[in-house]
T-cell receptor
């Protein structure tokens, strides 16, 4: 599975959009981009994933560049409860041994 | 649904002691896995299982044993604890086959300290 690069930390004002970038320049054609977040000391929580097209759900939007070498997770109206570490991961859905490579993520601080 | 349940939440061991971290899920997920999380490092896969009776090693399996006798349970055993095994342990599960979106469901973690 390809590795990802994320900024170690970001700040965002409450109520504003939080845009979290991720670089995955070595991504393969069959690899998906996944985003998880981990609120202090809790287990990671799935947010969203995508292959090529932009995706949106009730939590966030995922924008993937046309060349698929980078993506951005958008939290449209960040709240204090969105303060967490956000992980961008790429993985292949081929086969059953679908292991994820977890980096250190981006620590997002949402400020009042 | 309770989701993924881990016990205990906290445990202190002495070097050389043995213990088992329990993980149970009620979502009928075939795939289950154990991760450890250490400061300054990402989550690292210890062992995983794709169904009852089937287990395989992950990235950091040494010092840990697993078994999968039922779909619901996936215990992680430390046979002789070492200070290097001080960590936070997470169990995660997901379905396989047609219902699999790749989303992993995590437990709340078990914090282990080995003195």
């Amino acid at each position: 599975d390809a590795k990802t690069t994320q900024p170690p930390s970001m700040d965002c004002a409450e109520g504003r959009a939080a845009n979290l970038p991720c670089n995955h320049s070595t991504i393969s054609g069959n690899e998906y981009v996944y985003w998880y977040r981990q609120i202090h000391s809790q287990g990671p929580q799935y947010i969203i994933h995508g292959l090529k097209n932009n995706e949106t759900n009730e939590m966030a939007s995922l924008i993937i560049t046309e060349d698929r070498k980078s993506s951005t997770l958008i939290l449209p109206h960040a709240t204090l409860r969105d303060t967490a570490v956000y992980y961008c991961i790429v993985r292949s859905n081929a086969g059953n041994n679908r292991k994820l490579i977890w980096g250190l993520g981006t620590s997002l601080a949402v400020n009042p | 649904n309770a989701g993924v349940t881990q016990t205990p939440k906290f445990q202190v061991l002495k070097t050389g002691q043995s213990m088992t971290l329990q993980c149970a899920q009620d979502m009928n997920h075939e795939y289950m896995s154990w991760y450890r999380q250490d400061p300054g490092m990402g989550l690292r896969l210890i062992h995983y299982s794709v169904g009852a009776g089937i287990t395989d090693q992950g990235e950091v399996p040494n010092g840990y044993n697993v078994s999968r006798s039922t779909t619901e349970d996936f215990p992680l055993r430390l046979l002789s604890a070492a200070p290097s095994q001080t960590s936070v342990y997470f169990c995660a599960s997901r379905p396989t086959g047609a219902t699999n979106t790749g989303e992993l469901f995590f437990g709340e973690g078990s914090r282990l300290t080995v003195l």
